[in-house]
Nanobody, 124 residues
Framework: QVQLVESGGGLVQAGDSLRLSCAAS????????VGWFRQAPGKEREFVAS????????DYADSVKGRFTISRDNAKNTLYLQMNSLKPEDTAVYYC?????????????????WGQGTQVTVSS
């Protein structure tokens, strides 16, 4: 299992940028496909972005394409989410997650390890 801790959330205005980080522990991190999900109050957890272990294969939700960029630094055991042009509808708790096996995925059920989440609030 991989242990994950998110950071970097906060309160920003519409149009601003934030970079989320996810620190991973566990020697297998560099082999795991990982991703970001988010959950707004009263809504189900939804996919945001995913990245393969080499960093060359990525996938994004349509709602964030062109605004968010997922990346990873395997030497630092860290996953990132650069969020630009933030909108009020991006407000949610953001979670990083890691798969035990397999390629990138958009499904919550495919990810075995989860962080505790970091709050992102975008005011209009």
């Amino acid at each position: 299992q991989v242990q994950l801790v998110e950071s970097g959330g906060g309160l920003v205005q519409a149009g601003d940028s934030l970079r989320l980080s996810c620190a991973a522990s566990g020697r297998t991190f560099k082999w795991n496909a990982v991703g970001w999900f988010r959950q707004a109050p009263g809504k189900e957890r939804e996919f945001v972005a995913s990245i393969g272990w080499t960093g060359s294969n990525t996938d994004y939700a349509d709602s964030v394409k062109g605004r968010f960029t997922i990346s990873r630094d395997n030497a630092k055991n860290t996953l990132y989410l650069q969020m630009n042009s933030l909108k009020p509808e991006d407000t949610a708790v953001y979670y990083c997650a890691a798969r035990l096996l397999g390629a990138i995925s958009t499904k919550v059920a495919d990810f075995a390890s989860w962080g505790q989440g970091t709050q992102v609030t975008v005011s209009s």
